[in-house]
């Protein structure tokens, strides 16, 4: 019985890391992990005369369109927790962290997936974002962009210089994934899917990306 396909989450926003995004999805693709890429929306909703509303114009003025918004995600996917993702990514991109420290679905819909154990990933400015929900996974270890160190460590968590070999620049605490920010990306990727879908995978498709 062949197993059941590993579903992800990933976040975007107005002012995301784009690289950080599209990397991740690519990588999470190519290990075969369904990945749906949701728009937080702003507060105010679609602005006026907007006709592309999925699509968010990212940190470096690259727009990426979304598979659909967080709620309507929410709505016809993940009503209960057994229709959770395996996954949930939050790209960093300082605008973009703002916006979902910000937006409360985000932080309902975290606070779920650490609830029942799920994975959370995120990189860059995104761990901010955890800080801002309720501190979720406080007292973990984690890394982030290191502009944020002090910051991560006043709010209780266990700030990481990511170690050199094994799953890269990237500090893993049980369900919680962290990396440091645009060039460490695809190390990000590649840990998550190994966390998804088993080291082989990883390491095939890190073959394929000539990431060596």
């Not at 926003?13 to 702003?42: F, K, W, Y």
């Not at 979304?66 to 309507?72: F, K, P, R, S, V």
């Not at 309902?108 to 860059?124: D, H, P, S, T, W």
Request: net charge negative; aromatic share 4%.
């Amino acid at each position: 019985m062949m197993a059941a396909t590993k579903r992800a989450l990933a976040l975007i926003a107005r002012g995301s890391e784009e690289m950080e995004l599209v990397i991740t999805v690519d990588v999470l693709r190519r290990c075969n992990v369904e990945v749906t890429v949701a728009l937080v929306q702003e507060a105010e909703g679609t602005a006026a005369g907007n006709t592309e509303p999925l699509v968010a114009c990212c940190s470096r003025g690259v727009n990426v369109k979304a598979d659909t918004t967080l709620q309507a995600y929410l709505e016809q996917q993940a009503t209960t927790d057994d229709g959770l993702p395996d996954a949930i990514i939050l790209p960093g991109g300082l605008e973009g962290a703002k916006a979902m420290a910000q937006a409360p679905a985000v932080g309902a819909l975290l606070e779920r997936q650490a609830r029942v154990g799920k994975l959370v990933a995120a990189i860059c400015a995104a761990p901010t974002v955890l800080a801002a929900h309720g501190k979720l996974f406080a007292g973990r270890r984690l890394t982030s962009y290191p502009s944020f160190r002090e910051k991560l460590q006043a709010d209780g968590y266990r700030w990481e210089e990511p170690a050199a070999g094994g799953l890269g620049r990237v500090v893993r605490d049980e369900n919680l994934i962290t990396s440091l920010g645009p060039a460490t990306t695809f190390d990000f990727g590649l840990a998550i899917g190994a966390a998804l879908v088993g080291q082989e995978v990883a390491d095939k498709v890190a073959a394929g990306l000539l990431y060596k």
